[in-house]
């Protein structure tokens, strides 16, 4: 074997298996890492800082790949819950589950984190306030490590890592095959690579990858969900009385014209909306940075509604990709509209954002978000805004500004057992990239999960 672990994917999951499997310091163990992306100091995005409000679509994305994952330049937001960020205590335990997300937590406080802010909804008025309105405020202690101080982590672990493991940055792997002895990983250029135990963890954007992996393999998977929605930028002094206490509220609301559940997501206080491209498709995001000299005037957070297909349509992520690919094609990129355009059936113009009294943090399209997001989903999100006001008033004014879309897409979920393993002994699917896991929290977790497991194993068979 060339490697006892081989891990193909250098996202939180990869990081903290890698990083695990290295606490064991009295065995001489090969790990390798294999990344389609750059190293943390080469993850430049060509147009960031350029005056291009369309994405170039690079061949391998900067922002959405490399050391770090889609994570690396996130808002760095490690939600501590059970209640939302996957489904990782169906597989572990939650008690379990929770021990592992709260020792990421003192690894990454270790590692560049320390004095960062721990938010927490426990015993929150905000709750009562929330309910009194029909809106559900979730439970969750939230470490903020911001876009720059969660940046410095992965530079300390990578630092940390690098002598210990070999890292194979600008590499695809296109194929894992089972072998007697473990694994063979078949690279891009042909090269065969093997290992006694392989960890898979390619995230979101390794999604088509993986499910031709299983394919292959005859890995079983089940449909996942797709969320579909627009990211809201508002004064940052009208959510002030939230994020100040809560930083991250996660907040649903269901419907009285569908009971449809429209949630909030990542928000990001005194943040940036921004730009990424997940399989050449550009939709929008946002983060903030812990150091204040950077914040911004504004809040920005996503308002998302969940659709799952099943019978006879089963790709959710095909359906998410068609309703992103048109708003490419209509706005060259994302689009933004103010909120008093929208209800009054009128696309914004350059001229009625200029005139706005929230200043844009992403340079978009203005057009009109009804001709491209379903109505269904489109009036479940004027209905979110409109119950939002209730609690932070100013949330539904006319200046309010929409980007869209926003997609989170998430991988069909892999066939795992307790130990997020296959049915194939010793090859692992960890991260975002197993349907298990969609947060920074989760997927991390995951990958300290799977790396006691096989230190565990190797052991028992000493």
């Not at 929208?342 to 978000?369: C, E, H, N, Q, Y």
Request: hydrophobic share 35%; net charge negative; glycine share 10%.
């Amino acid at each position: 074997m060339d490697y006892d672990v081989l891990i193909i994917g250098a996202g939180p999951g990869g990081i903290f298996t890698a990083y695990e499997l290295t606490r064991d310091t009295g065995r001489a163990m090969k790990i390798a890492v294999y990344e389609l992306g750059n190293p943390l100091d080469r993850r430049k995005c060509p147009i960031d800082g350029e005056k291009v409000k369309s994405c170039i679509r690079c061949k391998t994305c900067s922002i959405m790949s490399g050391f770090g994952g889609a994570g690396a330049f996130s808002d760095g937001k490690y939600n501590l819950t059970n209640d939302f960020g996957g489904s990782l205590h169906e597989h572990v335990g939650k008690s379990r589950a929770m021990e592992l997300m709260k020792y990421v937590d003192s690894i990454n406080l270790q590692y560049g984190g320390e004095g960062t802010k721990l938010y927490s909804t426990a015993n929150s008025a905000i709750k009562q306030m929330c309910l009194q309105h029909g809106l559900h405020l979730l439970d969750a202690q939230v470490r903020h490590l911001g876009t720059d101080i969660n940046y410095v982590v992965l530079e300390n672990l990578y630092h940390e890592l690098k002598d210990k493991v070999h890292f194979f940055f600008g590499t695809a792997v296109s194929a894992i095959r089972k072998t007697e002895g473990g694994f063979e990983v078949t690279l891009d250029d042909g090269k065969t690579v093997k290992a006694a135990q392989c960890v898979v963890s390619v995230g979101r954007s390794g999604s088509k990858w993986m499910e031709g992996v299983c394919r292959e393999m005859k890995i079983p998977t089940h449909s996942n969900r797709v969320d579909i929605g627009v990211r809201v930028e508002i004064p940052a002094a009208v959510f002030s009385h939230l994020t100040d206490e809560l930083y991250e509220s996660k907040i649903v609301y269901r419907t009285a014209k569908f009971e449809d559940l429209v949630r909030t997501f990542c928000m990001n206080p005194h943040g940036a909306v921004v730009s990424e491209n997940t399989n050449g498709i550009v939709t929008v995001n946002g983060h903030s940075y812990e150091d204040p000299a950077r914040h911004t005037d504004n809040t920005n957070f996503a308002l998302l509604v969940s659709k799952h297909f099943s019978e006879p349509f089963k790709d959710s992520n095909g359906y998410g990709e068609s309703i992103a690919r048109l708003s490419n094609m209509l706005g060259g990129g994302v689009i933004v509209q103010r909120f008093g355009d929208l209800v009054r059936g009128r696309r914004s113009t350059p001229g009625r954002i200029a005139g706005s009294f929230v200043t844009p943090t992403l340079t978009a399209t203005p057009g009109d978000l009804s001709l491209v997001i379903p109505k269904r989903i489109l009036d479940g999100i004027i209905e979110m805004i409109y119950a939002l006001d209730k609690i932070a008033p100013g949330t539904a004014n006319d200046d309010t500004l929409l980007y869209g879309v926003e997609v989170k897409f998430y991988n069909m979920e892999v066939e795992l057992d307790e130990n997020l393993e296959t049915q194939y002994r010793g090859l692992y699917v960890i991260g975002d990239g197993s349907g298990v896991t969609h947060s920074l929290s989760h997927a991390s977790a995951s990958g300290v999960h799977v790396a006691r497991k096989i230190l565990s194993d190797m052991n028992h068979s000493v």
